[in-house]
């Protein structure tokens, strides 16, 4: 029989296919969005159907809904939208963990929180293993993420302790694919959108910082996984890609499969931004029997089929 699945953030990119994938499957989901980077236009094929709902609202304020599990993914992911009002960042991180924890506590639901590879900030070990504590700027323009998403953690942990709630905490690295916002400012859609339409192509400091990119659908495959894990696997675990590639060789590799006339440009590196990130995954491997399988080449050519419907 299908649960009563919480969403929140599902509007967006990761949650829209989320909430799609439990659908599927036969569960009564209730999305709730506040619409600051997600988009209906991501769920209206859903909203017709008796077994999804769509609620607006922020989760910085407290709500009380029956429910059996509650994927907390509402948070701006984007650098440029995180760092719009980053207060608002850390609220909805911090604040946002606290709500839905209170009201996993109060109905018995389990809870997963999508954390992030940003726990490790600018990491000093290389590739990040989970039990790595990071090296994060606590004052710097990306710390009401990282930050925010620490305490996140440190919540759910507590909540566990104290309250004895089911939790689970995946740290997301670089996921990408259909339904990216074209102006979300994450690499992947923009190099695609650039090279679409012809633009040059933006890259941020000399293109050798590194990131590993995972395929969304892989990327939910895990997610659903850690969900449905045996209750005493908390977590934290890494969900990602291990394929690390440099920002300027993902530049040249959307050029090549769209077939572009774009020129590479080069701009300032934001500050605090890793140099390198790759996840390693011997743990969801064990206690998920999960990896990734899309490659990035055959991940682009799908996100890139998205690009060219909506451009
Ligand atoms: P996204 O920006 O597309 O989606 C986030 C969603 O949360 C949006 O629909 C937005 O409107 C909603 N939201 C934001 N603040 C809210 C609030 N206060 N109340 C209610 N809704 C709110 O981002 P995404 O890529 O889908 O990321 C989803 C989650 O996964 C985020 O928590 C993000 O931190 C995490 N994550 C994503 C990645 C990635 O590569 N995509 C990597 C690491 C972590
Ligand atoms: N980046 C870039 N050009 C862009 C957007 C991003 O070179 O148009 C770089 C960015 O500086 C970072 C990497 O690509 O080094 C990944 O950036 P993104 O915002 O996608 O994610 P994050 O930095 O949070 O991993």
């Not at 999305?31 to 988009?39: P, V």
């Not at 209170?102 to 809870?111: D, E, F, Q, S």
């Not at 004052?139 to 309250?163: N, P, Q, W």
């Not at 996840?279 to 990035?296: G, M």
Request: charged share 25%; hydrophobic share 35%; net charge neutral.
């Amino acid at each position: 029989m299908g649960k009563r699945i919480l969403v929140t953030g599902g509007a967006g990119f990761l949650g829209a296919h989320l909430c799609e994938r439990l659908i599927k499957e036969g569960n009564d989901v209730i999305c709730l969005d506040n619409l600051f980077t997600g988009n209906k236009d991501n769920i209206r094929h859903l909203l017709g159907n008796q077994y999804f709902e769509f609620i607006r609202h922020d989760i910085v304020q407290s709500i009380i809904l029956e429910v059996d599990q509650i994927y907390n993914l509402a948070c701006p992911a984007s650098p440029i939208h995180y760092q719009y009002n980053p207060i608002k960042t850390t609220k909805t991180s911090v604040l946002g963990a606290m709500n839905m924890l209170g009201l996993a506590k109060r109905v018995h639901a389990r809870i997963l929180q999508a954390s992030t590879s940003e726990v490790y900030g600018d990491p000093e070990v290389h590739p990040q293993p989970e039990s790595y504590r990071g090296c994060v700027n606590p004052i710097g323009i990306r710390s009401c993420y990282d930050e925010g998403k620490r305490v996140a953690e440190t919540l759910f942990f507590d909540y566990h302790r104290m309250h004895g709630v089911e939790i689970k905490v995946m740290r997301i690295f670089n996921t990408y694919g259909p339904k990216m916002h074209p102006s979300d400012g994450r690499v992947v859609s923009n190099f695609i959108v650039q090279a679409l339409r012809g633009d040059d192509i933006t890259i941020y400091g000399d293109g050798s910082q590194t990131r590993s990119f995972c395929y969304v659908d892989d990327l939910i495959e895990g997610m659903v996984r850690l969900m449905n894990s045996r209750a005493e696997f908390t977590g934290p675990v890494n969900i990602g890609n291990p394929s690390e590639f440099t920002i300027k060789q993902l530049a040249e590799l959307v050029i090549k499969l769209t077939g572009s006339s774009s020129k590479l440009v080069y701009r300032p590196l934001p500050s605090d931004d890793p140099l390198q990130r790759k996840p390693v995954i011997d743990l969801a491997k064990k206690e998920l029997d999960w990896e990734p399988t899309v490659p990035l080449e055959e991940g682009l050519l799908k996100t890139i089929e998205y690009f060219k419907t909506i451009q």
